[in-house]
């Protein structure tokens, strides 16, 4: 059989070449006027100055359970190298966040500056310093995972097994798996933290500037409007770049792990890592592929990033039958059409999330229409849109796992089908490098409105990073729909790989549904998505509370400030949502690793299998609904800002602001921590078994 | 062992004979005023013309699967008196909510004038016909499922057994399930009609009159306001009693069910119908034990109303250890403490909403906290409370499901434990005549201080029927937690109930996690709660925004409406809704039937019970969610305005109505109708079993 992994280490030392040479591109156009770079580097120096705080919080949890791990393993729950594992999946989570965030808070001035002279040049900037974030995240993600497959290698090759009867491959997925814990469990930080900053600044700013005081979006005037930029950073492309490379780096030890049980050996470690690598190699060609002539509509835009997609997914399609019947032999070549399912779901599900988000279509102009009647109907009428946009992604993700499993030879040989399951996680996520790109490039895109608007340039540049950053809520959706279904998929996954863990440890494990622990575990689950959302949205809610009566108090106590003369508080803003964001990511960040390992101390084994199901299937679910009517209400207020039903400032506008509003923290904060929520949960429960399985009291 | 099942027939009887006089002494009381009985008499003949209707649609619905099953059972596919036990469970469960309706309708006039002597007048009335309402549905329940056992006794001894070597108590178990699922057919269409048609009026009125026109509620002027008040009769009252008519119907029959497979033998069916009886007794007791002085205060009400409920749960828990053990012996006491179970944790589950709905705690006070910054805030803080009010209702369910399987000895005997699970449920629902007499005179209040309204009685009546009302709330959402508590257990039973009727029929079925049929079974049923919400929830939205229109058109149109000189075209608003109602209940009512056949068909018997299950979880915990949040924004609002953040016509009373209008169609039409979504489609599974074992495409 064919060997391709070199392709793997290579590739992503290429993909972070090509990303360096894009940033230096970028760094090369100039910030533009003195304000312009004022503001640019205010924004800059704020969302620096949170992420280090973040990190340093995240830090003292990555301490503690490090401490933890170690100490498992020297009572030989698990092998040596895990508590490692472990925090280097931590470290590069939070660097791929960080980078992403870096290079975004250097374009968007730029971007701004390019938008003066035209759409096309804003455009190639934004989506330049997308792009550099979408390679940063899959070539790093990629190299760390090779990195720690040679080590691992080299090691068990040359030293004795850390238990004796133990498989190579049993301990380096052990060890890489625990790599994808930590970064999951940095991400969650990034995605929490980041989102309850961007959204409390975001909610605080919106209902006190426009809704009571009546100035625009971004306005300078706005004491709270440097914290919203800021958190745009933080959450939208920090979060975003942690939480997405939890998901590819997790989605491919997923399937690695299920590759040993499937009975592929090493190779079955390895095709996931070698997917991959063919993904970047066609996300770059794909990224060369979006060009636009100097005067596109936004409908060419948008086709223009369309076809960067479609080239690299078929560019992967084909090559993917080379890759998996050279490495797995003829007789797992169906496991190539898992693959092409997984990419063929992810694509269905992004068409399904354009047509509940985009203003195009019936959902969001029905929303637009019952905003008419008042901020109620349009409340009730998004999250009814939002609900009724969970049908389709079930029903692909339900037909996708059958159809999974049946390519990869399930129904024959059971453990095969499951991988078969893990490697569609793999296959949707394949072309992160240029799904990313499109995703990364709305924040840059906003901020660099944001920008203009804050620095008083010619109303024809926010036009046109309006139109950027519309364009940006779409492919925001798309983006969250890839997160969120291969999230399911790699969770199903990692469930699987859970009950072969406990099947490893010496565990008794039968996931009877009509087993009463079971039956409490997925009870459970079910609600653990409803409390973490519960968590996090309150937690966005009273922060926005404090923003607003802190913006209110700047409007009356300090003089001057509407008329332009007196200058905003700005740090005190960014402070009051800091400090927020900081003490409420904890306790949810807690849950995530507490509820498997309390709920497998009290109700054993099955019951915490019962548990991760009902956590995925709920998670995923209401991560639809909540990411498409955030996504709905946010286009449906953009629709009528358009000027539909009366336009900006009309009885219906009003109505729209607030339903945007509470779609702020549905499609920012809560929803899209639960993929991570799900997938973190999972590998808890796996890097845990051992120890829960000799303390439990149910055996 | 004894035989105490002539208790049930005897004392259904004395049930209904005590409803009658009750309800013979509400009607010696005066109406009051022309006026008053105008006003009585205009809600009285909407209601009845709607109902009416509504039973004309559902009566197609009926006719067509009464065909089906007639055709089905001449196919062998099930029992001949199937068809007719699901013709008469319907029947049943429209005739408790039509009672319950009348009897609301009478007493609502009656009500407000007796306020007009004083406070406590009005309560004895309100509670009395709430009363007749509670001990019709537990009388006719229990009467109807006695005359069917019996009948189905008296035929099996008499006459041969369906089929060769098939047991008389399986015929008699399969007959009466079939009963309840027409109960729960009708009562979706009761629930989800009534839903609809209340909500839209509601929405309808508050929107136009109190928001934009700033009139009172209730107030004569308002052209919806006849609509609004016909809307509180067929919604709250006539869709509640039908849809706790078929959670009683539905947990007897269910747990009965069970008992054959646990082996308990005839005796297996008659105890759950002896535990209904002796609650019904408890609960006549209980209703004695609710009297106050002349001069009580709101917490004396309260408690007066506790009181009733303590002293029947008491009784019910001290019976029960003598009826179990004397039907079922000794072996199988343990039973019991799974009855007490189910009343336990009926009891937590109500204390959890109270918590979570009561102005008098934090988080209806934090609500209206959000409500200064705004109506996005507040609706933000709405659902964040009510996602978090889910997790001790679940952990209060998953605790009762291992404790009440373990004490009927489950964990030796695997099929007593799950009656256990069954006979919880009934446990839960014993004390349902007082609990429903509780929660039925919510209404009654309501509308008697909408005929004070628009009777322009002294305001002090209006207030007293408000203080009424306002307990209401706190009992109506406490109901609403029995009848999901309730409903989950006895889902649970019935998917247990499922798996032996495909095992009867000669079907293969193990319900693994694992298998990627039961994976996507359960996805699609976590979904199909969402679906079914967003259905009903876009209606009402639709319709209200209907009734906004026409509103509007008839204060423009219609000169001296507001100035009292001309009357508002009352009839047009209830036309409005009624003709929403009826069509949108159809597609909900259709989906709950077609889904688990569909799946059964598509992917086969373990995937059916996967869907069952996701539907069951996923449905309890949104159903929670959505009735707290609900009865949370109501009581913010009501707080409000008793004087808090600047009481009535305040900014943050503005912002109150809007989460008291999104909440409306999330507690009395999405919510409550999903305890009867997730039990009629295990039913569904269970009825047409047979014919998808035999026709699906998977085997």
């Known amino acids: 059989m064919l060997n391709f992994f070199i392709l793997v280490p290579a590739v992503s030392i290429a993909a972070l070449a090509f990303a360096l040479s894009l940033a230096l591109r970028v760094l090369r156009h100039e910030e533009g006027t003195a304000r312009m770079q004022e503001i640019a580097a205010a924004v800059r120096e704020g969302a620096g100055a949170y992420i280090r705080r973040q990190y340093k919080v995240s830090s003292v949890f990555f301490a503690v359970i490090f401490l933890l791990l170690l100490f498992l393993s020297f009572r030989n729950y698990m092998v040596i190298f895990v508590p490692f594992a472990f925090l280097t999946g931590g470290f590069f989570s939070g660097f791929a966040g960080f980078c992403g965030m870096k290079m975004a808070t250097f374009a968007s001035a730029r971007t701004a500056n390019a938008c003066r002279s035209s759409l096309n040049a804003g455009l190639r900037l934004a989506f330049s310093a997308g792009a550099v974030m979408g390679l940063v995240v899959v070539g790093l993600g990629l190299l760390d995972l090779s990195l720690w497959y040679y080590s691992l290698d080299w090691y068990y090759t040359n030293h004795p097994l850390p238990t004796a009867g133990m498989d190579k491959t049993t301990a380096i997925t052990a060890t890489m798996l625990t790599f994808g814990m930590g970064a999951s469990f940095q991400a969650l930080f990034a995605r929490v933290g980041g989102g309850i900053f961007t959204k409390a600044a975001d909610v605080g700013a919106d209902l006190v500037g426009k809704v009571e005081a009546g100035i625009p979006e971004d306005d300078a005037r706005n004491p709270a409007v440097i914290a919203d930029n800021v958190g745009d950073n933080v959450g939208d492309v920090a979060g975003m770049g942690a939480d997405l490379y939890e998901s590819y780096v997790g989605s491919i030890v997923a399937a690695g792990t299920l590759g040993v049980s499937a009975g592929l050996g090493i190779n079955g470690i390895l095709v996931p890592m070698v997917i991959a690598a063919v993904g970047i190699?066609?996300?770059?060609?794909?990224?060369?592929?979006?060009?636009?002539?100097?005067?596109?509509?936004?409908?060419?835009?948008?086709?223009?990033?369309?076809?960067?997609?479609?080239?690299?997914?078929?560019?992967?399609?084909?090559?993917?039958?080379?890759?998996?019947r050279g490495m797995l032999g003829a007789e797992h070549a169906g496991i190539a059409w898992s693959v092409v399912t997984g990419l063929a779901a992810g694509i269905l599900i992004g068409l399904s999330t354009e047509f509940f988000t985009s203003s195009h279509y019936r959902p969001v102009q029905r929303i637009a229409d019952a905003a008419l009647t008042g901020p109620a109907t349009i409340v009730i009428e998004g999250v009814a849109a939002g609900m009724l946009s969970t049908v389709f992604p079930v029903l692909i993700v339900a037909l996708g796992i059958v159809a999974s499993f049946a390519f990869a030879g399930g129904f024959h040989n059971f453990n095969a089908g499951i991988y078969g399951i893990g490697i569609a996680a793999v296959g949707m996520l394949s072309t992160l490098g240029i799904t990313l790109a499109t995703d990364a490039y709305g924040p840059v895109a906003d901020n660099a409105g944001g920008n203009a608007q804050m620095s008083g340039l010619e109303p024809q540049v926010r036009e046109r990073t309006d139109a950027l950053d519309s364009l940006g809520n779409t492919t925001a959706a798309t983006g969250k729909g890839f997160a969120i279904g291969s999230a399911a998929l790699t969770a199903l996954a990692l469930i699987a790989a859970y009950k072969e863990k406990v099947l490893l440890e010496g565990g008794d494990i039968t996931l009877d549904l009509m087993d009463p622990l079971v039956l409490a575990g997925v009870f459970i689950g079910v609600m653990l998505p409803y409390l973490f959302c519960a968590l996090t949205m309150s937690a966005v809610g009273r922060a926005a509370g404090r923003v607003v009566l802190e913006v209110r108090r700047q409007f009356k106590e300090i003089k001057g400030i509407m008329e332009g003369k007196a200058k905003p508080d700005y740090a005190r803003c960014v402070d009051i949502v800091t400090t927020a964001a900081l003490r409420e990511m904890q306790v949810p960040a807690l849950m995530a690793v507490a509820a498997p390992v309390a709920v497998g101390i009290l109700f054993g084994i099955n019951s915490v299998g019962g548990l991760l199901l009902g956590a995925t299937a709920s998670g995923f679910v209401l991560a639809v609904m909540m990411a498409n009517a955030g996504g709905a209400w946010d286009n449906a207020k953009k629709y009528i800002e358009g000027g539909k039903h009366g336009g900006r400032g009309s009885f219906a506008h009003k109505a729209g602001v607030v339903g945007d509003t509470v779609g702020d923290p549905f499609k920012d904060t809560a929803g899209p921590s639960l993929n991570i929520l799900i997938k973190l949960m999972s590998m808890v429960s796996i890097v845990f078994a051992a120890f829960v399985i000799q303390n439990t009291f149910v055996h």
């Open 281 to 324: 190699i066609a996300s770059i060609i794909g990224v060369g592929f979006v060009r636009t002539g100097e005067k596109a509509s936004q409908q060419a835009l948008l086709a223009a990033l369309r076809r960067g997609v479609f080239v690299a997914a078929g560019l992967i399609a084909v090559s993917v039958f080379v890759v998996v």
